[in-house]
């Protein structure tokens, strides 16, 4: 079995921020570089409890796995984990 999903994470410039939200990833982002961060600029996922890091799309098929979403999806979205 996976390890549950546990925050939102953005992979920008070899660095990978976290937070709750991947806004609060954006907000971090533009707060220590500088940067206008824009969707296609890093590559937006989610970490495991293992601190792994996985997609939107692997990260959907753990979270559904793991029970954390009642439904199958594409593509999770970080409002979807509590």
Request: glycine share 8%; proline share 1%.
């Amino acid at each position: 079995m996976n390890n549950m999903i546990v925050e939102a994470a953005i992979i920008f410039e070899g660095i990978t921020y976290r937070g709750k939200r991947h806004l609060d990833c954006v907000r971090q982002i533009e707060r220590e570089t500088g940067a206008f961060y824009r969707t296609n600029d890093g590559r937006e996922g989610f970490l495991d409890q293992s601190g792994v890091f996985h997609d939107r799309y692997e990260a959907a098929k753990i979270a559904y796995q793991c029970g954390q979403i009642k439904n199958p999806t594409d593509r999770l979205i970080s409002s979807q984990i509590q």
